[in-house]
């Protein structure tokens, strides 16, 4: 199991020694890494493989040399992360850490919305790192970006009253949501640290000035009191997962964000706006958060058109602080979980999104324009024109992506659409119209660069085959599917751009003794319980590693970060390498280019808890857990998972 030493945590335990501190077993460690860099080096070459974009990147996947000895799931009350024998974890950024060189210290008795505008923001999500400077490839140096998603008040002020927040308490929430940029280094003994004061640092608020661009800017729908133009906004909310692009910007996803809108009940029934907001979920009347009893941005009977102006793709430059973030309107408004990016064998850029919600869908969006690997500035703006696509499973292993155009199939003035922004802001009915697969709350949706299959993790669903509800199919093939699954899918000749494509279920995740649980043909009895697969990427070798959130409900862990082989003998061998602590979900995770340092997300640890009664006291053990990002790497800084 882990120790614990202020903010680091090993999974040397044992052999190291009980009574050394981090420090010591950290030093004595890295003397016998000159012994062991030949071995690093061999298992580095074996976990690389062909990564690229475009034609002639898909190779054959490699024997995974996975090597490490997978990590015993923890209780849902175990307070502690975990990691495999000859790793160490450390807490590079915790939330309320001072970004900019006049930022004040965190301090939980006086916080103010202007101080957490300068500090790390709450609840990590998305994490995307970016070497610096742009093009080198580096993995000693570059830039996080780290989404913010959300914010728990009652873990965040002492005596808070959710019933009645003072207006300093919800502008400090509105503060702490959107993203931060923040510079990291790795020193040459292997460890990270952030750059406080660094010129690339910058927080994106929920007030943050944004741009709208896409088919949709100044729609009717989008202009308020504030902005009667529908060009520019204030903020970007509730950001779940991401994307990076192949020219250095990152894309980050505005995912629950209707929870914000309350008072849509109080729109005319006729109003066509009040279908809509009915629709993604706008709350009828009060909101939770209550923030619309200080901004009546959020009161929807104030302004009905504010929330038509989130649910978006927003696309961030972090090499360029002065970037205004825009929301590309082309890729579709609905609880968008991420937005990631392949570029295509003709060279269009192919963007991967699910619709995080039960029974919502998984798209994908085809650019008009080409990729310019010689010119970067070109590349920005391809997002704003191009296709739509919505995917449908057929029952026999085969699929189509469905055009969501405006004039085509049901998508005409009968059904409401009098152009393709009415077809944007309306995805969800678009989709519904064009039959489209109902699928178990679609989140992550990635692109393996090594065989160029598209995996989707699928978190759950216990509604399906519920009265009133859909039924199981092939691709959502449980009823009460508590523990979720993940779906490989083949696009035709892989294109990505083809609207054909097969299918095959990778995972159908939980507890090994499950009988309805599948694991790749794997042998269940030997691969570690995983359940609700959230956030994936991919090692060099090809290897998919999978991030949980919701473990401790559907089988009584705490959530983790998994790893598994997805060709070869080994493919479905799920092991466990991370376990993270009480009351958290587990975000990112994201590689290194070298592969030697795997940044992961803790997200809402201590949720259930107060400030009064913590449920976690995680990192610091000062009373207060506090979402963090943290590195994870080898004592001997070998290839992740070698």
């Not at 996947?61 to 090597?67: E, W």
């Not at 009133?468 to 523990?483: C, E, F, L, M």
């Amino acid at each position: 199991m882990g120790s614990h030493d202020e903010n680091e945590q090993c999974g040397a335990r044992s052999a190291a020694g009980l009574g050394d501190g981090f420090e010591q077993i950290l030093a004595r460690r890295l003397s016998r890494r000159d012994m062991l860099k030949g071995a690093a080096v061999t298992a580095s070459a074996a976990l690389t493989g062909a990564v690229g974009l475009g034609a002639g990147t898909a190779a054959a996947q490699k024997a995974s040399a996975l090597r490490f000895t997978a990590v015993t799931p923890t209780d849902p009350k175990f307070d502690d992360v975990v990691v495999p024998e000859g790793y160490y974890a450390r807490t590079l950024i915790r939330w309320g850490e001072p970004l900019t060189a006049t930022a004040p210290t965190h301090n939980l008795w006086e916080q103010t919305p202007a101080a957490q505008a300068e500090q790390f923001g709450y609840n990590c999500d998305f994490v995307g790192f970016l070497p610096f400077p742009y093009g080198s490839g580096a993995s000693n140096r570059g830039l996080l970006f780290v989404n913010h998603e959300y914010t728990n008040p009652e873990l965040m002020f002492p005596s808070f009253d959710a019933k009645n927040p003072s207006q300093n308490q919800v502008d400090v929430q509105i503060a702490a949501h959107g993203a931060s940029v923040v510079e990291i280094v790795r020193a040459p003994e292997g460890t990270w640290s952030y750059v406080q004061g660094s010129q690339y640092n910058r927080r994106l608020t929920g007030e943050t000035t944004m741009h709208i661009s896409g088919p949709v800017a100044g729609h009717e729908w989008l202009k308020t009191s504030e902005d009667p133009t529908g060009t520019t906004v204030h903020g970007t909310l509730n950001n779940c997962s991401g994307g990076k692009t192949p020219w250095g910007t990152v894309l980050t996803a505005e995912e629950n964000w209707h929870q914000y809108f309350g008072n849509a009940g109080k729109l005319d029934k006729s109003d066509p706006r009040a279908v809509n907001h009915k629709r993604y979920g706008v709350p009828a009347e009060a909101t939770l958060t209550l923030w619309e009893k200080y901004h009546k941005r959020f009161d929807v009977a104030q302004e009905p058109n504010e929330a038509f102006r989130f649910g978006w793709v927003v696309e961030v430059d972090p090499y360029d602080p002065t970037f205004v973030p825009v929301k590309r309107t082309a890729l579709g408004r609905f609880r968008h979980e991420a937005a990631t990016i392949t570029i295509a064998k003709n060279g269009k850029v192919v963007a991967y999104s699910g619709d995080d919600e039960r029974f919502e869908y998984v798209y994908k969006f085809v650019t008009k324009g080409t990729y310019n690997a010689k010119d970067r500035k070109a590349n920005i703006g391809l997002l704003d024109e191009g296709t739509l696509y919505v995917a449908k499973f057929n029952d026999d292993g085969t699929g189509g992506w469905l055009p969501v155009v405006f004039g085509q199939g049901p998508l005409t003035a009968e059904n409401g659409f009098s152009s393709q922004a009415d077809v944007l802001i309306n995805t969800r009915k678009a989709a519904d119209l064009l039959g489209a697969t109902k699928m178990d709350r679609p989140e992550d949706v990635e692109t393996n660069p090594v065989n160029q299959k598209v995996y989707i993790a699928l978190t759950n669903n216990n509604r399906r085959g519920a009265e009133g509800q859909p039924g199981v199919d092939k691709v959502n093939p449980r009823a009460n599917n508590t523990s979720g699954h993940i779906i490989e899918l083949t696009e035709t000749n892989n294109d990505h751009t083809a609207t054909t494509f097969k299918w095959e279920i990778l995972l159908l995740c939980g507890l090994p003794t499950d009988e309805s649980t599948y694991f790749g043909g794997y042998d269940k009895s030997k691969v570690s319980p995983i359940a609700c697969p959230d956030n994936v990427c991919f090692d060099n070798a090809g290897n998919l590693w999978i991030a949980t959130d919701g473990a401790p409900s559907a089988i009584k862990y705490n959530d983790g970060l998994f790893v598994v082989p997805v060709a070869g003998a080994e493919r479905g061998h799920v092991q466990q390498f991370y376990s993270s602590v009480a009351g958290s979900e587990v975000c990112g995770p994201e590689l290194t280019p070298d592969n030697r340092t795997v940044f992961v997300a803790v997200q809402h640890p201590g949720e259930s808890g107060t400030v009064e009664k913590p449920f976690s006291t995680w990192p610091d053990r000062a009373g207060l857990p506090r979402p963090s990002v943290i590195t994870i790497q080898a004592f001997d800084s070998r290839v992740i998972g070698s």
